[in-house]
């Protein structure tokens, strides 16, 4: 639990009642009904502790991404293996892009790693570009963060940099900390998986928060061949970190690969549809792959938004960016004209 500690991400609907929550980046369609049937069934057994092995459901994940079950790790979310990471690896010096997601550089600096940003630029729409390899030879961080699709910007990273970026890693005793939570709800984007067993220098971050609508369960995994850091990994955090419910939750949720199809088609045509009407507006609109958009409109438009019962995610605490960028999710027909409408009617105001 957070004491006493500013620390702004979106999802927070606690404080004040919000009808449309925009600044959260999770499945427009909600939790899988099989998914809650699966939470619901578990109930009867939560008077025992959870597997701390996560057996059955490292089994379901092994089979699902199709990578050996020794590459994987579970934990009580996203959020807890970036902390963990950061425990067990404790790096001096990193990199990361700037804007991204905060937890990164949050994790890091508990540890005492100094952080060097790369900035990514508005006039190439925020892309991140082969310079980058240039940078990090000039840098040589002992990690590399990066989030594909990055976070708020929503570009993909080409696989071709990303293989770049691994043959630098090896060469010079660098590691990459890849982010992926958000690759499943892409159409075009595609997991670096496939180089784990060649790039044990590689870590890749999985979730189910984003793709199955599970964040207020907590459950994420990564995935990687070098033993010995998952085991490191492993002892930063307590036994029974993965609870029961959370468990059947994500094993159940594999299993959704139709309501993920469904989900993705949706996404593709309402983030366009919402690009256009923003531009209409006259906001710039960061080309997205993602369930979600990056656009810059005017200063303190969350807070009147939040006084109609809307959230959108301001992002001024991302560095490389300032008050006026927002960032949205992609949701429902029908929640996105609310949207805009709200949008229009404080713009007619000001």
Known sequence: MLYQTNNPHGGDIYEKPIRLDYSANTNPFGTPKGVLDAMK???????????????????AISESEEVPKEYLLCGNGAAELIYSYAEARKPKLAVETAPTF???????????????????????A?????????????????????????????????????EEILKLCKANNMRLFLDECFLDLTQEGISMKKYLKQYPEMFILKAFT????????RLGYGMSSDRELLENM??????????????????????????????????????QWLMEKLKE????????????????????????LKKQGIAVRNCDN??????????????????NIMLIEAIKSVCKKR
């Open 41 to 59: 069934e578990a109930l009867p057994l939560v008077h025992h502790y959870p597997d701390p092995y996560c057996r059955k459901l490292i089994q």
């Open 102 to 124: 905060s937890e990164y550089s949050l994790s890091l600096k508990r540890v005492g790693c100094q952080i060097e940003r790369y900035l990514l630029k508005k006039e190439n």
């Open 126 to 162: 925020f892309e991140l570009t082969e310079d980058f390899l240039d940078y990090i030879e000039e840098k040589k961080p002992e990690v590399i963060f990066l989030c594909n699709p990055n976070n708020p910007t929503g570009k993909l990273i080409s696989i071709s940099l990303l």
């Open 210 to 217: 984003k793709s199955y609508g599970m964040a207020g369960v």
């Open 234 to 271: 492993s002892k930063t955090v307590q036994p029974w970190n993965v609870s029961l419910p959370a468990q059947a939750a994500g094993i159940a949720a594999l299993k959704e690969q139709e309501f993920l199809k469904r989900t993705k088609e949706l996404i593709l045509k309402e983030r």
């Open 281 to 304: 507006l006259g906001f710039w609109v960061c080309p997205s792959s993602a369930n979600f958009l990056l656009w810059q409109g005017p200063v303190h438009l969350d807070q009147e």
């Open 318 to 335: 991302y560095a490389g960016l300032k008050a006026g960028w927002y960032r949205i999710a992609v949701r429902r027909h029908e929640e």
